[in-house]
């Protein structure tokens, strides 16, 4: 059974986490952690993978106290830059704690990382590419990170492949034409009824592809949390991990 503390135990997601963790056959639940309490009664001792989904205002230093305890981390907590990763990197390296590891995702929806993965692999192939984000109207920020995330992979691997600017010959005053990332046109919905779903459109001559993902509730999350879970309790990985692209790849 792989030990699972859960810091942000209170919060929405924290607590779908407990829900998973206690549900999950190889997993059990070894600490609960909100805000006010003592991070340190999270130990190698009685923990080996500590999942961690609060705020960004206190996220780093939950991540850095953790690590520094000698426990093993999962971070759900959005916010996380390169300035962010650069700090844990900086720590992990250290001897007392080279076997240890960092998994940081700011969406653990299977199928929102396989659309940018299976964006990233497309972008090479088609002269138009753009991206729209519909997420219910509660959303406090437009864009997504996600979406952010999808078109900076975009960006990179039409870099790569040597591509130029995408044919777009449409005059607009009116913001209609979405933000601009890197040169990718992303859009936003907000709209009752929805949750969290990105479709990215890529278009050529006479063909079009559309990858799109879907998520429903914050079950659908769960998955992936598990899986980074397990992931990192293996012992296999040393490292901070970044889902793809990292903040240092763009
Ligand atoms: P939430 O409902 O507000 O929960 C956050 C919880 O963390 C609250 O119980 C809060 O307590 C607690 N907290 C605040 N500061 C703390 C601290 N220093 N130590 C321990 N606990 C602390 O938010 P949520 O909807 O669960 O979202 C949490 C984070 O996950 C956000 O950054 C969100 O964007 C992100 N998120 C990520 C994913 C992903 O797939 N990676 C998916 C969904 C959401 P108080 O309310 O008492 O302050």
Redesign the pocket.
């Known amino acids: 059974m792989i030990a699972v503390a859960v ?10 986490v407990v829900d998973a963790v206690n549900d999950a056959e190889d997993t059990r639940l070894s600490h609960t ?5 003592d ?1 340190a009664q999270i130990t190698p001792g009685n923990t080996d993978v500590a999942v ?8 780093l ?2 991540v850095l106290a953790l690590v520094d305890q000698g426990v093993n981390v999962v ?5 996380w830059d390169e300035d962010r990763l650069a700090k844990v990197r900086e720590v992990l390296e250290r001897p007392e704690h080279r076997n240890q590891c960092v998994f940081v ?5 299977i199928s ?1 990382v396989l659309a940018d993965h299976f964006a990233a692999q497309a972008a090479r192939y088609f002269e138009s590419a753009e991206i729209i984000e519909m997420h219910h109207p509660d959303k406090i920020y437009a864009h997504s ?1 996600t979406a952010l995330n999808t078109a900076h992979a975009i960006a990179k691997a039409r870099r790569d492949a040597g591509l130029g600017a995408m044919p777009d010959g449409t005059r607009s005053d009116a913001g209609s034409r979405g933000q601009v990332v890197e040169g990718v046109h992303v859009h936003a919905v907000r709209l009752r009824g929805l949750n969290a779903h990105e479709e990215i459109l890529f278009g050529n001559p006479g063909e079009q592809l559309v990858i799109r993902s879907d998520c429903f509730d ?1 079950g659908s ?1 769960m998955q ?2 598990l899986l980074a879970v397990r992931q990192v309790a293996s012992g296999r990985y040393t490292c901070l991990l970044y889902t793809s692209p990292s903040p240092r790849d763009r």
């Open positions: 810091v942000g135990a209170k919060g929405r997601m924290g607590s779908t952690i909100d805000h006010g309490q991070i961690e989904f609060t705020v960004p205002s206190a996220s230093d939950n971070v759900g907590t959005t916010g995702a700011p969406n653990f929806a929102a990170g914050r999350f992936g949390v």
